[in-house]
């Protein structure tokens, strides 16, 4: 079974600042994605940022990049220049890649943590 | 570009009662998940379905049902409401195998 662990349940940055919330997961798959996801006081889940676990190169979207380490099971994400709308509940996420016929992926999250950008 | 869509957006039911939460899929996306999120959790998945079939099935209540229609809109069937299944439900659909779009959310609330 897959597991995604989050550990830091709060975190707080500064306004412009750099910022890097920690994910572990524990798989034995080779093929599979992961992904972060924002959900602020809306609660509207979006997607930030996706990593395919045969790429090598960490994936980066605008402000938002990935240190994605495949041995450690580590998959961190970091946001710079933070901006007030950055505040929200982060959602790191597992899942499988199976490609077979009828075959659904399922995504497994971690606890989240939530991030707040002080002005 | 069109979005998932979740109805009703808000629901408030007593114990005991029913409730149809529904679903309808970005256009052409053949897959839709199911996931329940409670108060300060996070997602956990209930039900898939791959072209109108179950495909998985997570920790889902044996007092709830699902199914995919054949326009690909999906209704989650809810019986006995209990207070614990006070939630966000989300609906998120699939094209292929590697990207979940997630619905605005059915917010239930049982009193």
């Known amino acids: 079974a897959q597991t995604v662990t989050q550990s830091q349940p709060e975190m707080s940055v500064q306004e412009a600042e750099t910022v890097t919330l920690s994910c572990t997961y524990d798989t034995s798959e080779s093929n599979y994605y992961l992904f972060w996801y924002k959900q602020p006081p809306s609660r509207q889940m979006i997607l930030v940022i996706r990593?395919?676990?045969?790429?090598?190169q960490n994936a980066t979207e605008n402000r938002f990049s990935v240190n994605f380490q495949k041995a450690a099971k580590s998959f961190s994400l970091k946001i710079s220049d933070s901006q007030l709308g950055d505040t929200a509940m982060y959602f790191c996420?597992?899942?499988?890649?199976?490609?077979?016929?009828?075959?659904?992926?399922?995504?497994?999250f971690g606890t989240g943590t939530l991030l707040a950008v002080q002005p | 570009a069109a979005g998932v869509i979740q109805s009703p957006r808000h629901l408030i039911k007593e114990k005991r009662e029913t409730a149809t939460l529904k679903c309808y899929p970005i256009p052409r996306h053949d897959t839709v998940y199911w996931y329940q999120q409670g108060p300060g959790q996070d997602p956990q998945f209930l039900i898939s379905f791959y072209e109108k079939m179950q495909s998985d099935k997570g920790s889902i209540p044996d007092r709830f049902s699902a199914q995919q229609f054949s326009d690909y809109h999906s209704e989650l069937n809810m019986s006995s409401l209990e207070l614990g299944d006070s939630a966000l439900y989300f609906c998120?659909?699939?094209?292929?195998?590697?990207?979940?779009?997630f619905g605005p959310g059915t917010r239930l609330t049982v009193l």
């Open positions: 990593q395919e676990a045969y790429k090598q």
């Open positions: 996420a597992f899942m499988k890649h199976t490609t077979v016929g009828g075959a659904t992926n399922k995504l497994i």
């Open positions: 998120a659909s699939s094209s292929n195998y590697n990207e979940q779009f």
